[in-house]
């Protein structure tokens, strides 16, 4: 056996011993949200399905209790995890094209068109899988999670007013470059750090959908919230492919049809659930200002777009700039 693949042995018989055992006939699927979060609501569905649809149980691993997301998608890729969740703000370290998801004002805040383009598209449906594939995944559905809000200390109404503060992101290359085009200071951080980063001044801002700002206290410790239409937040959906390529035909069946209906059910789930849990923040903390960017306050952050989109492409090459160019094309499609 290579150096490599013994390290990555090595590696997979480490992190199983912390992982609680399950029969022959339990699969396991770890995501990186809360059971009671958009991804926690999902996996519920998807178990559901799958259960009702086969002989197998799926045992659930909310965020937390297998690690971060680098964890669980290394378990995930080990096969120690038969099934995980994670945003292509991840997986972009191991697949540069999926950081496609955070240019700036590729994707529409209308959550209609999110829904058919995400369940239609060439790019998510035909052209992800393979290269998710080279990296030992499967790749399932991918679906949204509502439009991102930026939290700071400070009113945000134009780019200058994100100079030098300290913006956390996840550890993607292109977010990175998203926020520096904007004029913020990008500090990668796990989310486990964000709260108390936030609470001691370490950084002053971080973007997420509005639920998550509620479930996770994030709000406690923020003052702003600033809606500029820029991304919409995207989970993806993946197996371990050994294990996918291993199963009969009925269960890859079963898995599909229970990913669709998960789908269509987290869709509808998400309906309305934005404003409701800004109420919930409003309700809890009334001071807290939220502001919705006016077109004129976001020429700033979609000039800045152009040049994230031409380091996407400098990033990724052809192979970027082809899955750019389908999903805009799908995107289109998708608004008609």
Same mark, same amino acid.
């Given at each position: 056996?290579?150096?490599?693949?013994?390290?990555?042995?090595?590696?997979?018989?480490?992190?199983?011993?912390?992982?609680?055992?399950?029969?022959?006939?339990?699969?396991?699927?770890? %995501?990186? $949200?809360?059971?009671? &979060?958009?991804?926690?609501?999902?996996?519920?569905? *998807?178990? +559901?399905?799958?259960? =009702?649809? /086969?002989?197998?149980?799926?045992?659930?691993?909310?965020?937390?209790?297998?690690?971060?997301?680098?964890?669980?998608?290394?378990?995930?890729?080990?096969?120690?995890?038969?099934?995980?969740?994670?945003?292509?703000?991840?997986?972009?370290?191991?697949?540069?094209?999926?950081?496609?998801?955070?240019?700036?004002?590729?994707?529409?805040?209308?959550?209609?068109?999110?829904?058919?383009?995400?369940?239609?598209?060439?790019?998510?449906?035909?052209? %992800?899988? $393979?290269?998710?594939? &080279?990296?030992?995944?499967?790749?399932?559905?991918? *679906?949204? +999670?509502?439009?991102? =809000?930026? /939290?700071?200390?400070?009113?945000?109404?134009?780019?200058?007013?994100?100079?030098?503060?300290?913006?956390?992101?996840?550890?993607?290359?292109?977010?990175?470059?998203?926020?520096?085009?904007?004029?913020?200071?990008?500090?990668?951080?796990?989310?486990?750090?964000?709260?108390?980063?936030?609470?001691?001044?370490?950084?002053?801002?971080?973007?997420?959908?509005?639920?998550?700002?509620?479930?996770?206290?994030?709000?406690?410790?923020?003052?702003?919230?600033?809606?500029?239409?820029?991304?919409?937040?995207?989970?993806?959906?993946?197996?371990?492919?050994?294990?996918?390529?291993?199963?009969?035909?009925?269960?890859?069946?079963?898995?599909?049809?229970?990913?669709?209906?998960?789908?269509?059910?987290?869709?509808?789930?998400?309906?309305?659930?934005?404003?409701?849990?800004?109420?919930?923040?409003?309700?809890?903390?009334?001071?807290?200002?939220?502001?919705?960017?006016?077109?004129?306050?976001?020429?700033?952050?979609?000039?800045?777009?152009?040049?994230?989109?031409?380091?996407?492409?400098?990033?990724?090459?052809?192979?970027?700039?082809?899955?750019?160019?389908?999903?805009?094309?799908?995107?289109?499609?998708?608004?008609?």
């Amino acid at each position: 056996m290579a150096p490599g693949k013994l390290l990555a042995a090595a590696a997979a018989i480490t992190i199983a011993a912390g992982v609680p055992q399950a029969s022959a006939d339990t699969w396991r699927y770890a %995501f990186e $949200e809360s059971l009671e &979060e958009v991804q926690g609501v999902f996996a519920q569905k *998807f178990k +559901e399905e799958v259960e =009702a649809r /086969t002989d197998h149980e799926i045992q659930l691993f909310p965020f937390g209790t297998l690690g971060e997301s680098a964890d669980i998608m290394e378990q995930a890729q080990a096969g120690i995890l038969q099934f995980v969740d994670q945003s292509p703000g991840f997986t972009g370290s191991l697949i540069p094209e999926a950081q496609v998801f955070f240019v700036p004002y590729l994707l529409p805040t209308d959550q209609a068109q999110l829904a058919r383009f995400y369940k239609d598209s060439v790019a998510v449906n035909e052209m %992800f899988p $393979e290269l998710y594939a &080279e990296q030992g995944l499967e790749l399932l559905v991918m *679906f949204p +999670e509502g439009e991102v =809000a930026m /939290t700071t200390k400070e009113p945000v109404t134009s780019c200058a007013d994100l100079d030098e503060v300290k913006f956390r992101v996840m550890t993607n290359p292109l977010l990175v470059e998203s926020y520096a085009a904007f004029g913020a200071t990008p500090t990668p951080l796990p989310w486990g750090e964000v709260y108390g980063a936030l609470q001691t001044g370490i950084i002053q801002g971080q973007e997420n959908p509005t639920f998550f700002l509620y479930s996770t206290g994030i709000y406690e410790v923020t003052d702003h919230i600033t809606y500029a239409g820029h991304n919409t937040f995207t989970t993806a959906l993946m197996a371990n492919k050994d294990f996918y390529d291993g199963l009969s035909a009925e269960d890859q069946a079963a898995i599909q049809e229970a990913a669709a209906i998960a789908y269509d059910f987290i869709v509808e789930y998400q309906k309305g659930l934005a404003e409701a849990e800004l109420q919930k923040i409003l309700d809890a903390k009334p001071e807290m200002t939220v502001t919705v960017l006016t077109d004129d306050q976001r020429a700033c952050f979609k000039e800045a777009a152009g040049s994230v989109e031409a380091k996407f492409i400098e990033m990724t090459g052809e192979s970027g700039k082809a899955i750019l160019e389908q999903m805009k094309a799908d995107l289109e499609a998708a608004a008609n």
